[in-house]
């Protein structure tokens, strides 16, 4: 039973476009979500956040827009650049335990 | 300020035999996660602590896995006897309290 849901295992992006990642959950008691960006070999790491309470956040070319009703999520990377080929995890917690649900990733291919 | 640590990095055994991974999490993060990521697939929690308590254990394979962290600070988790199976790469991460995780570079177990 997957609750976070990353349908698209790739995607390639012409540098400087935009990039667009999608996730879907299922669980309503989530209500706090983070992508996570992960290069071979390293552990993931920490690229931005948003609590159920907001719809939107953004940092610097990244930005996740949450709609609660479609229990769907996005990240957007504007300009994509080709150090953002990496492999992009979503992932959520609810209120109860804060634990992480990850989905599978989403390959992210920056063409030059 | 210095990352996660995990050793070692490769390991590779024959199915049957014993294997142990060490994590030293970043200084003052009181919780500490290992995480099994199996290739393909996102990260998911094996253990989670709180200091040298267990939070949660409710996905460790008990009867050949197990964890401990002696005096809340390092950790280790051990397999025995390792099943072809268990060939993943085991992640360990660490917060203050129920903050963002930060990973490690995990371990990449090869089980023959």
């Known amino acids: 039973d997957q609750q976070v849901k990353q349908n698209s295992p790739s995607l390639s992006v012409q540098e400087g476009r935009i990039s667009i990642l999608n996730c879907d959950y299922t669980n309503s008691m989530f209500d706090y979500f983070l992508w996570y960006k992960k290069y071979p070999a390293e552990g993931p790491t920490f690229l931005i956040s948003i609590s159920s309470i907001k719809d939107k956040n953004e940092d610097g070319r990244f930005t996740v827009f949450l709609n609660k009703s479609a229990k769907h999520l996005s990240l957007h990377i504007v300009p994509s650049q080709p150090g953002d080929s990496a492999v992009y995890f979503c992932?959520?917690?609810?209120?109860?335990?804060?634990?992480?649900?990850w989905g599978a990733g989403t390959k992210l291919i920056i063409k030059p | 300020e210095a990352g996660v640590a995990q050793s070692p990095r490769y390991k590779i055994i024959e199915k049957r035999q014993s294997v142990a991974f060490w994590c030293n999490p970043i200084s003052g993060h009181a919780t500490l996660y290992w995480y099994q990521q199996i290739l393909g697939q996102g990260p998911k929690l094996l253990i989670q602590f709180q200091n040298n308590g267990v939070v949660d254990d409710s996905q460790l394979p008990k009867d050949r896995f197990s964890a401990e962290r002696l005096k809340g600070v390092d950790s280790t988790l051990k397999i025995q006897p390792a099943k072809l199976e268990d060939s993943a790469v085991y992640l360990c991460?660490?917060?203050?309290?129920?903050?963002?995780?930060?990973f490690g570079p995990g371990t990449r177990l090869t089980v023959l």
């Open positions: 992932a959520a917690s609810g209120r109860s335990n804060y634990q992480l649900i």
């Open positions: 991460a660490s917060s203050l309290l129920k903050d963002t995780q930060y």
